[in-house]
């Protein structure tokens, strides 16, 4: 599902604290579980900033739990680092 989530504070420019709209939990993420931002600008009616954080990490709400587990690798980027590393082999033949 997906679901709104607030920024609520950015902590010593190291964390980000972010709260579900929906369901009121908060996770406390690391700059580097962030990969990226991308504005939405369709969704700026309210006075608020809309995007998308694009995460290295995935957040489960399991019931009343939150859990942060590393992001598993997509297919694209699987095959990207592959493309790589068989360069790389016949690089140093």
Not at 2 to 11: K, N, P, R, T
Not at 18 to 44: C, G, M, W
């Amino acid at each position: 599902m997906d679901d709104d989530w607030l920024v609520q504070e950015v902590e010593d420019k190291q964390r980000v604290r972010i709260r579900n709209i929906r369901t009121d939990q908060v996770a406390l993420l690391d700059f580097s579980h962030i990969r990226d931002y991308v504005p939405d600008p369709k969704r700026e009616y309210d006075g608020l900033r809309h995007g998308f954080l694009e995460l290295r990490v995935q957040i489960f709400l399991r019931g009343p739990e939150l859990v942060i587990e590393p992001q598993r690798p997509t297919a694209k980027r699987a095959a990207a680092k592959t493309s790589r590393a068989s360069h790389a082999k016949r690089k140093s033949r």
